[in-house]
């Protein structure tokens, strides 16, 4: 089941309905509900994968309620080290296994030795798997460090692993914020009813009215690259950078407004990533709760550990932190190259101290309108993501330097969709208008209402067919 289409608007009536004005009295039970609501949204993909959720579920929940018990660190640790493994053997399995495979044959052929009898296998990927596995992973590290305890309640953290609105493509949730909204009382509210009404529109504007436009268009040029111009080449780069955002932080503004309307607060998962003015700030802003995970559990740790180490270890460290990013994306050298194309120039941040403030301000945070300086950092920062999703979106490295070489080679230009300008000018507008706060909080003038209305009528037109979400995939 997916955000747009007609069957989960009437799987969210049917399960808001029983939720508040049925089930409303009894938590035990509204929980209950979640985790039926979250299997049946689930298991309307492929039933069969429902099993690996409720494996992992299982798994985690006796790990987590065993560590605290345990009379030394290392039996605690070898509990924790028991989860992650399982987990990303999960993982690896079903995501990984043809991509080692295949390059462990290619690189034996390239040597002269040929491999025989290794098959890779048709394996389907299981959707969200990169996504509840981490989560799972870090309620049992967070217990581990004391950060959150374990919780006895299975139904409870059964329904935090499999939770519909966040299962298949995030936010990655914490147990210390998701965990502990799902075991306590919840209220309707008003205000926060409307406001996820408001994100799930603007989610679906961000679908259906722009990704699900530009991908054809995308497709087309990223498929016929040879035989087009340098000029429709960056065209097709800048349409894929502005359909892979409004794909993917349209599911998480979807879910984010979704969960809203049971009661819950899910962390957000972009901040204006296309208004960052360098790349340190692009990953602040962009898919939030993936890197928030592997500074959390990957680079923090591993810098403290070489802490004494120089420069040269830090510059190892987000190497690794980034190809970590890029292969979690997918089992493929182009998503790997991505990561290594942004660890170049995230590098500068190392030596920038004011980038690890807590907080980074939306540019012309306090004026009206930027200044000339903020829209030079902002279009340089743009032009290098855009150059960077050249590999995201391509099928291979080889079709990813053609295409990058074609760009900056030829430079003739044709272009049949002048007609796609008055979308992004609209879309970047809005945007701009609601730069301080991504969660529609506040009215920005007198009559919003009447933008939204709008949105509404661009949806009911544009709503038809089921695309997939991009995120899926991952």
Not at 178 to 196: A, D, M, P, T
Not at 394 to 411: A, C, V
């Amino acid at each position: 089941m997916i955000f747009n289409s007609f069957e989960f608007l009437i799987f969210l009536s049917i399960v808001f309905i029983l939720y508040w004005f049925v089930l409303d009295k009894n938590l035990k039970i509204q929980n209950l509900l979640i985790l039926v609501s979250s299997y049946i949204f689930y298991g309307w993909w492929d039933y069969r994968f429902l099993s690996l959720i409720f494996i992992s579920t299982i798994v985690d929940f006796i790990i987590g309620l065993n560590i605290p018990k345990q009379d030394s660190e290392k039996k605690q640790k070898l509990l924790v080290w028991c989860s992650v493994l399982f987990n990303l053997s999960l993982l690896g399995f079903f995501k990984y296994y043809n991509f080692f495979v295949d390059s462990w044959i290619d690189l034996f052929n390239s040597i002269g030795y040929e491999i025989k009898g290794v098959k890779t296998l048709n394996i389907i990927l299981p959707v969200g798997i990169s996504f509840y596995t981490f989560q799972t992973m870090s309620y049992t590290i967070d217990i581990f460090r004391k950060k959150s305890g374990p919780t006895k309640d299975f139904i409870s953290f059964a329904s935090f692993v499999s939770f519909f609105p966040q299962l298949v493509a995030g936010p990655i949730e914490s147990a210390s914020n998701l965990l502990s909204q799902i075991q306590n009382k919840r209220e309707f509210k008003y205000k926060q009813g409307v406001q996820g009404f408001k994100l799930i529109l603007w989610g679906l504007f961000k679908k259906v009215v722009i990704a699900d436009q530009l991908s054809p268009i995308v497709d087309n040029i990223f498929d016929n690259n040879l035989d087009l111009g340098g000029g429709i080449l960056w065209l097709g780069a800048i349409y894929f950078t502005f359909q892979i955002y409004c794909d993917f932080s349209g599911y998480s503004d979807i879910a984010v407004g979704t969960a809203k309307l049971f009661g819950f607060e899910l962390m957000s998962n972009f901040k204006f990533p296309y208004f960052s003015r360098n790349i340190g700030e692009f990953w602040r802003r962009w898919h939030i709760s993936l890197t928030t995970w592997f500074t959390d559990y990957l680079y923090i740790p591993l810098k403290l550990k070489y802490r004494d180490k120089g420069y040269f270890f830090n510059f190892i460290i987000l190497k690794l932190y980034f190809l970590t990013i890029g292969l979690w994306h997918g089992s493929n050298w182009n998503y790997i190259m991505f990561g290594l194309y942004h660890s170049i120039f995230f590098i500068p941040t190392l030596f920038n101290p004011k980038f690890y403030k807590l907080k980074t301000p939306q540019i012309s945070f306090n004026t009206k309108f930027p200044s000339l300086k903020e829209i030079i950092q902002v279009v340089s920062t743009f032009f290098l993501v855009t150059i960077g999703f050249v590999f995201f979106r391509s099928e291979n490295l080889n079709n990813s330097f053609k295409y990058l070489k074609q760009m900056f080679t030829d430079f003739s230009f044709k272009s049949e969709f002048e007609w796609l300008n008055i979308y992004f000018l609209c879309f970047i507008m809005i945007e701009y208008l609601i730069r301080k706060n991504e969660r529609l909080k506040d009215e920005y003038f007198k009559y919003d209402w009447i933008l939204f209305s709008i949105l509404s009528l661009f949806v009911l037109l544009f709503l038809r067919g089921k695309q997939q979400f991009i995120y899926f995939q991952f």
